[in-house]
């Protein structure tokens, strides 16, 4: 459906820009949660006593949280309409970031860290949800680029943000500011958030048919392809961030400062990427606009392991590593737009379950880049590089996967 058959008159003409601004900032509280910690990763260690290289970890449960509750929450978006499990999720998070910030054990820490993760997954699934029930296509595809471009602020600041913060107070102060934007975040969807889906179109689903349900939507070719191509380019995102902390602040001598501005960079190339992606839909094929992101990726990640390994990205030449990032990153800003609403065009009444499938693999896999990026030899760039590289492959993979889908879906339909 094109329009939300709760509201067909509200939302005839797509997503009111307030509304945009208001999911894109409640889908802002995961780059929020993940990146506005980054600067703060020694003090974690050293206050919390879990080692060096223990707050990757903390990472880590973070987005195993995302992966695990994203899974639960499609379903429950289904059966509840997208309103309730949005606010319930977020009362989660709020409480979850407040634990964090009070906890003096790690373990614990971890523990918050997941159940946080947990309810703040409904702010990553339902949201892409709600912009199936009002707009498929193009449309679809041009609301999704806004609000892109509205969550995609967050990454921006995010890291300024902790740097910030850790010049006027402690790291529990960051977790105190997310508990807040939540707070603030569930008493505008309250106000204004009209819920998108019918409850003629709710489904009651018992548990073994949830199952089913995933199992359907995954077996589905143009889901499963276009869905792949997603993951791995949150598996490329992930990589980079998993590896930020240690690369910009050991090998190439960042200061917290200089560390979020290239945060700030690096987030406006994928912001931009997807603002031109967001016009272009109207001119080219969205496969099209996908392949090309692809290919740009493949090219600048294979510079990207050459020169690593030649040494050539250390401390002497710091800003071409960060180039070359931000290539990396701008070419994602067409392939996640564009692959999500693609993924979804054929799971109209399901939305939420397909969602949060897509989500759950994102995740999923995004969590073993991190432990990939942590365990890889070579030192200096190399770990960012051949993590990043592993996830641009993935997608070239996942594409010719895609391709052939489509050359048996049209083979078929001459026949």
């Not at 030192?379 to 070239?396: E, Q, R, S, W, Y």
Request: hydrophobic fraction near 50%.
């Amino acid at each position: 459906m094109t329009t939300s058959s709760a509201h067909p008159a509200f939302f005839k003409n797509g997503l009111p820009l307030r509304l945009i601004l208001l999911l894109g900032l409640v889908t802002a509280i995961g780059p929020l949660a993940t990146d506005m910690y980054l600067p703060a990763f020694p003090d974690v260690e050293q206050d919390l006593g879990g080692g060096a290289g223990s707050a990757q970890f903390t990472l880590g449960a973070w987005f195993l949280g995302l992966a695990f509750g994203q899974f639960s929450q499609g379903p429950l978006s289904d059966r509840f309409g997208r309103k309730a499990p949005l606010i319930i999720g977020l009362a989660v998070f709020a409480v979850a970031s407040a634990m964090c910030a009070v906890v003096r054990d790690y373990h614990l820490f971890c523990i918050m860290r997941f159940i946080g993760a947990f309810g703040g997954s409904a702010s990553a699934v339902i949201p892409r949800a709600i912009v199936r029930d009002v707009a498929t296509g193009k449309k679809g595809a041009h609301i999704m680029a806004q609000l892109t471009l509205v969550f995609g602020v967050m990454p921006v600041l995010a890291p300024s943000m902790g740097s910030l913060v850790l010049k006027f107070g402690n790291w529990r102060w960051i977790f105190w500011s997310g508990t807040l934007y939540a707070i603030l975040g569930m008493v505008g969807i309250i106000c204004m958030l009209p819920d998108t889906l019918s409850p003629a179109y709710r489904m009651r689903l018992a548990p073994f048919e949830i199952f089913t349900r995933y199992r359907a939507i995954l077996r589905e070719p143009v889901f499963l392809s276009n869905a792949l191509i997603t993951t791995f380019s949150t598996f490329v995102m992930f990589a980079y961030l998993g590896s930020a902390p240690v690369l910009f602040e050991q090998v190439l001598h960042f200061s917290p400062s200089a560390f979020g501005m290239f945060f700030g960079v690096n987030a406006a190339a994928f912001i931009l990427g997807t603002q031109i992606n967001g016009r272009l839909v109207h001119r080219f094929a969205m496969p099209t606009l996908l392949e090309a992101a692809i290919v740009w990726a493949l090219v600048v990640g294979g510079i990207f392991v050459v020169v690593a390994c030649s040494g050539w990205t250390g401390f002497a030449h710091p800003w071409l590593t960060c180039g070359l990032i931000t290539c990396i990153t701008g070419a994602l800003g067409f392939i996640g737009p564009n692959g999500t609403v693609m993924a979804f065009s054929r799971h109209a009444h399901q939305a939420g379950s397909a969602s949060a499938l897509l989500g759950t693999m994102q995740f999923s896999l995004g969590s073993l880049s991190s432990v990939l990026v942590g365990i890889l030899p070579g030192g200096g760039a190399i770990p960012t590089a051949i993590g990043m590289m592993t996830g641009v492959i993935g997608m070239v993979c996942a594409n010719i996967l895609r391709r052939r889908h489509t050359d048996q879906a049209e083979h078929e339909h001459e026949g």
